[in-house]
């Protein structure tokens, strides 16, 4: 208590240490420190003002093949050190932390996205990403990347740590560990007081992929772990020690924006386990590990009976992260989330959303620049609909420097949230590529949002601004048919749609391009736009099938979803829920019938179309894309035409293929 009152008082320390980082975030760089003069946790000077850094400590795979794994000896003069000076606001967390700027050379840190508190305090949440997953073509450059972000993998699986002597850990088998060891994978430490405690994983990523009946969790080729969804995001807690939680949960930590508390990660260093999901599984989930001795993980053999972790300051870390206020706090506008009494929520029905005021299609082919009015329209279309609350997760900043969403969300105080997300996809190939993409911003965002404000409302709706949810039927609002939900003890609701098409008629009169370059195609097309006396949801609803009720099978979903069950969320679908991470005895106490493989949650079910509720999808139409539309909209119809017509009554069923003038 002591030295943390000796920390805090010097207001003026964070004061000058924030001029000093603004000095330095000039360059718009992280800085490369020298080992051998860098400050080191504990220094009088870092007590000043403590700045982010990231610790790189050397890889030897070649080690990997050893058995029993070798201890380390690298020492702290052997460690790269990484500077982020720019982290120098709590309110500017997610728009200041370094995610673009990731240290490739050591792989075993995790990508970091967000970083929050929980609400009570007791748990430092962390949004992380799998930078593996961003480069997974089959050319050289990519099998070498796969190669060396193998340590990426390692983070999804917990190991077993006992506390030794000297307050060392060591790696041990399930039976040996200590209580709070058996499923961990980081080392915490809080400054300034030093103390230590041992992350826990929001999920058990193996037990999951067990579940799913997948073969492995992670294959070492990689090409195939894409296809793993609930393998994107990396999410873990550090337990905050019981003397700070309170400073933790009533923000009083943070003075003027600055933190005064902090916490350090330090991975526990170990190969990859690629073998079956139920080869290594923690005691809650033993009676489903492998009857096959050769398939089991056998930590002895493979670690050791007494390997010992290298000290925190010889081991790469991730140093002086900040422990902000609760989101709650965070969010100025949003203290009136916070209820009261805990069993009452603020909210029935908020949204979260992943918007730029403009970006690139996939591939990297065409810019839209309709952000600002789309969002717009859409949150006028949430918040008749029923929705109380959107948070609206600002993309704009990875395209440009020069504009933001902003302009649109002051416009709904009280109603609107805005984050500034500017980290970057990693990967925005089309879903076909060698290398297919990898939305790792969008992916961050989504579990940042359920996570930061879940807690405070009982349903999510996860939907795009080009996505239009309507009630139908009896329902004039969500909130109606989601009591209906719960009536019927149902969780998660889903809602397929199809791409729609612009409306001839309600579209500006189209002036050719003939151009290539702008049009792709040696084909003329036009800049498609909207006139302001129509509203996208208006003119994008020429639908490709027929009748409210969609026979085929949907292409895409959007779900709504209860935050207390689904654990995990994957754009459209919800990945892990509670009753993925069960146990047999613990499912049937649930109510459910045990059945290992859960592909299909009992908890879900799809909406009716006719009469609960119906989703349009207004995709943008890039210029490129009306490339040649007069002959394909016109005539025979050669290619796709992209421009919608909508039928006459009974055209359809008279085999009638165009209208007078050929459209």
Not at 3 to 14: D, E
Not at 187 to 197: A, L, Q
Not at 494 to 505: D, M, V
Not at 566 to 581: A, E, M
Request: proline fraction near 7%; charged fraction near 25%; hydrophobic fraction near 30%.
């Amino acid at each position: 208590e002591q030295s943390t009152q000796q920390f805090i008082s010097p207001k003026v320390n964070f004061e000058q240490g924030e001029k000093e980082s603004h000095a330095i975030m000039k360059k718009g760089q992280p800085i490369m420190d020298d080992p051998a003069t860098s400050e080191i946790a504990g220094s009088a000077k870092n007590n000043d003002a403590r700045i982010l850094q990231a610790f790189l400590e050397p890889i030897d795979q070649n080690s990997w093949e050893v058995q029993p794994l070798p201890e380390r000896k690298y020492q702290k003069n052997d460690l790269k050190v990484v500077s982020y000076p720019q982290l120098s606001s709590c309110s500017r967390l997610t728009e200041q932390w370094p995610v673009d700027n990731f240290p490739e050379e050591d792989p075993f840190l995790p990508w970091i996205h967000d970083v929050f508190p929980t609400e009570d305090g007791k748990f430092i949440q962390f949004v992380a990403q799998n930078k593996r997953r961003c480069d997974t073509g089959k050319n050289e450059k990519d099998r070498k990347i796969i190669m060396e972000r193998q340590p990426q993998l390692s983070l999804f699986q917990h190991v077993p740590v006992k506390r030794v002597k000297d307050g060392r850990y060591s790696l041990s088998s399930h039976e040996e560990a200590d209580p709070d060891g058996v499923e961990t994978r980081f080392i915490c430490r809080f400054k300034p007081t030093g103390e230590e405690t041992l992350s826990r994983f929001n999920l058990n990523y193996d037990y999951v992929a067990y579940r799913k009946s997948h073969k492995q969790l992670f294959t070492k080729e990689g090409r195939w772990d894409i296809k793993s969804l609930h393998t994107s995001q990396l999410l873990f807690q550090c337990p905050v020690p019981d003397h700070l939680q309170k400073q933790v949960s009533d923000g009083s930590s943070v003075i003027n924006d600055f933190a005064t508390l902090f916490v350090d990660i330090v991975p526990i260093r170990t190969p990859p386990r690629y073998g079956a999901p139920n080869s290594f599984l923690p005691p809650r989930y033993s009676e489903f590990n492998s009857n096959n001795e050769t398939e089991l993980f056998d930590a002895k053999y493979e670690w050791g009976e007494n390997h010992a972790l290298p000290t925190i300051e010889n081991s790469g870390r991730w140093e002086n992260i900040p422990i902000c206020k609760p989101s709650w706090m965070t969010y100025g506008e949003e203290e009136s989330i916070r209820p009261e009494k805990k069993e009452d929520l603020s909210h029935r029905l908020i949204s979260c959303v992943w918007a730029s005021a403009g970006y690139a299609t996939r591939g990297e082919r065409f810019g839209i620049y309709d952000g600002h009015r789309r969002l717009r329209e859409w949150l006028h279309h949430a918040f008749l609909t029923g929705f109380d609350h959107v948070y609206v997760y600002d993309n704009s900043g990875a395209n440009s420097n020069s504009t933001s969403l902003k302009i649109v969300t002051d416009d709904f105080p009280g109603k609107v949230t805005r984050i500034v997300w500017p980290s970057k996809v990693c990967n925005n190939n089309k879903n076909f590529a060698d290398s297919p993409g990898e939305r790792s911003s969008q992916y961050a965002a989504e579990s940042s949002c359920r996570l930061r404000f879940g807690p405070h409302t009982d349903w999510i709706g996860q939907f795009d601004i080009d996505e239009y949810f309507s009630p139908m039927g009896e329902y004039d609002t969500v909130p109606q048919l989601l009591d209906t939900l719960e009536k019927e003890g149902k969780k998660i609701v889903s809602f397929g749609s199809w791409r729609a098409w612009p409306r001839k008629s309600l579209i500006e009169t189209p002036i050719p391009i003939s151009s290539r370059p702008i049009c792709d195609s040696n084909e003329p097309c036009f800049r498609l736009k909207v006139p302001e006396n129509h509203t996208i949801l208006q003119t994008y609803n020429c639908d490709r099938q027929k009748g409210q009720q969609k026979e085929k099978k949907m292409p895409a979903e959007k779900q709504f979803y209860r935050p207390d069950y689904v654990k995990l969320h994957f754009v459209h679908y919800s990945t892990v829920t509670t009753l993925t991470l069960l146990n047999k005895q613990e499912t049937i106490d649930f109510g459910q019938q045990w059945r290992r493989n859960i592909h299909a949650d009992p908890l879900s079910r799809f909406g009716n179309e006719l009469t609960e509720g119906t989703m349009l999808h207004t995709k943008a139409i890039a210029t490129q894309d009306t490339s040649g539309w007069l002959s394909a909209c016109k005539g025979k119809g050669r290619g796709m035409c992209r421009i919608g017509n909508p039928y006459e009554e009974g055209d359809e069923e008279s085999g009638k293929t165009a209208d007078e003038d050929g459209w």
